[in-house]
């Protein structure tokens, strides 16, 4: 179903389906019409701790041309779907995604991450084309990529996704994707993943940590002055 958008009126809802029995909740930054002819002034992104980020409009507009491309074919095209299911507990997109032949699916949180859709569909679009074998037509560099080389590419794509949003149209914060924006903005994109996800990638961490041993104190110490919190793959419980 449609809705009206937080967002700018060049934006509307793309083919993307809930649930069965669950309505589509926030709507989903989209390519409509004709690109605008210069993007708005971006606004610096600041966050409670009074940590800041300046994004610049030249990267921004590069950034809008990938993006409403890919948004694009999110919409229109006709050989995937991509079902966006609330859930009532946050969760990183690498989370809640489940990909089945053509289909993914990806659990957002219900009520708080409206505008988060956006960037949480977008990983599930990258890891579905992986799957798919086109992911050349929307991310060439890391066409044979694997791995953790792989999940970087694609959550620095989604990380610039979210700057986009946040600083030109006004994206609701959202913290989950605060923390990967913040990350790769400050570098600490590879400490974000293999702290969150050690398990995950193990040898990639331990090579890591053997090249900088101060290096996970470092960014602890950064995530807890930018976030009032541990990290992932720190904190209890």
Not at 218 to 235: A, D, Q
Request: hydrophobic letters at 40%.
């Amino acid at each position: 179903m449609k809705s009206k958008s937080a967002f700018p009126s060049a934006f509307r809802v793309p083919r993307v389906a809930p649930v069965i029995g669950l309505v589509l909740m926030g709507l989903i930054l989209s390519a409509c019409g004709t690109r605008p002819a210069e993007l708005p002034e971006p606004r610096t992104i600041i966050i409670r701790s009074g940590v800041r980020v300046f994004p610049d409009k030249e990267r921004l507009e590069e950034i809008d041309a990938w993006f409403r491309s890919q948004m694009d074919n999110i919409d229109r095209d006709p050989g995937f779907l991509i079902e966006v299911v609330p859930r009532d507990t946050p969760a990183y997109p690498w989370e809640s995604l489940h990909i089945e032949g053509d289909t993914a699916k990806i659990g957002v949180e219900r009520g708080r991450a409206r505008d988060a859709q956006t960037a949480y569909v977008l990983y599930a679009h990258f890891r579905l084309m992986k799957e798919m074998g086109r992911l050349d037509e929307f991310l060439p560099q890391a066409e044979y990529l694997e791995g953790y080389d792989l999940e970087r590419a694609i959550l620095a794509r989604v990380a610039e996704a979210w700057l986009l949003g946040r600083s030109v149209y006004d994206a609701e914060a959202y913290d989950p994707l605060e923390e990967l924006l913040y990350s790769n903005e400050y570098g600490f994109l590879d400490a974000f993943i293999l702290t969150a996800r050690a398990d995950e990638f193990p040898e990639e961490r331990r090579q890591w940590l053997e090249e900088d041993p101060e290096a996970l104190e470092r960014y602890r110490r950064w995530f807890v002055e930018t976030f009032s919190e541990e990290p992932p793959g720190l904190r209890d419980g």
